[in-house]
């Protein structure tokens, strides 16, 4: 009984999770994807400390996102350069069936 309530959440939550991926020799991209069973509605972006990589225009033009599905990514050009961080925080926020609100600080490096 317990295994069926804990498989019954489950199914209700997104799991939402961010990497770089290099396209080429010069262009990466910061990939936003979500593994969960369930859709992320209301997706939003935040770099808890600084942002060096993501232009804010290309921000603004994509989150907030409306719904993420299941095995759905979204990509972000990111501007990386030679004295570019290499490792960056980036917190997720969504909303899902199974609770409003869920946060997630990640971190993506180069």
Known sequence: MEKEKIEAIKE???????TFIKLGSNK????IWN????TA????????????????????DKFPMESLERHQAVELIALVHMQTKRKHA???IWD????VHNEKLCYATL
């Open 28 to 31: 990466h991209r910061l990939k």
């Open 90 to 92: 980036v917190k997720l």
């Open 35 to 38: 593994k969960g069973l369930a």
């Open 96 to 99: 899902d069936d199974a609770k």
């Open 41 to 60: 509605r209301n997706v939003r972006v935040m770099f808890p400390e600084d942002n060096q990589i993501v232009s804010s225009s290309e921000l603004s």
């Open 12 to 18: 209700k939550k997104a799991e939402l999770g961010i």
